[in-house]
DNA sequence: ACCCTAATTAGGGGGATAGCTAATTGCAAG
DNA sequence: CTTGCAATTAGCTATCCCCCTAATTAGGGT
């Protein structure tokens, strides 16, 4: 949980993290969209992978990083029980503030 | 966002929204929840506000420190984009190549 | 075996974080 | 004004994070 929210914390990595949503791809296509080094970008999908927000496979020689959506629903699931929403059926589109004394 | 997640990225954070669930609580009542000096609980305080997590209300010589819960939904909501299908969402531009197969 | 590409690991510098103790501010009451 | 309680700010140290370049591992092709 710790890893996971720190994780998130970080733009590149929550860019890197949208990315992936549309399938998994490989480090280096990844390292394209960005303008950093590579090695800076390996560092991020490290921590990803620590967290369990994503999973590298490797295929010949590239790296594909897949996303893994249970990680992503972990972290919903602590910030539902904060909100006080414990479904996952349904969006509540107004939340209700706790009660001002 | 930055601040958001990096603020639920610590353990005594989360845990302090958790106390905050149930209603606003003084800076003392939560120092008092922990092992550690009172200052290093003000420090996490501050970090949750800075995150919009909390917001501090006077009230004699004492503060209060209420839970803000649209914080929390800003996160979740970053959260179900990416846990849903990735149909719409902001996609961020990035050089993709042709996926490699 | 050799070389080329893909990606990671190693090492280092600079800045941010987390914890502490001590000093300070803010309020209320005597 | 002084005292007392609540809470923060100041100042410090140790540790961790982010970024870089250089070196290394791993596979595939010739």
Redesign the interface.
């Known amino acids: 949980?710790?890893?996971?929210?720190?994780a998130?914390?970080?733009?590149v990595r929550?860019?890197i993290?949208?990315?992936l949503?549309?399938?998994p791809?490989?480090s280096g296509?990844i390292a394209?969209?960005f303008d950093m080094s590579w090695p800076t970008i390996t560092g991020h999908l490290n921590a990803l992978k620590e967290a369990g927000l994503v999973s590298p496979e490797r295929e010949g020689q590239?790296i594909r990083y897949r996303?893994e959506?249970s990680a992503?629903?972990e972290?919903?699931a602590?910030?539902?029980d904060?909100?006080?929403t414990g479904e996952t059926a349904e969006?509540p589109s107004i939340?209700?503030?706790?009660?001002?004394?």
Chains 1, 2 share one sequence.
């Not at 998130?8 to 733009?11: A, E, W």
Request: aromatic share 4%.
């Open positions: 949980m710790n890893a996971l929210f720190k998130l914390s970080h733009p929550r860019r993290i949208a990315m949503r549309a399938g791809l490989a296509d394209a969209g590239t996303l959506i992503v629903e972290a919903m602590f910030l539902m904060i909100a006080g969006v939340a209700q503030k706790a009660p001002r004394r």
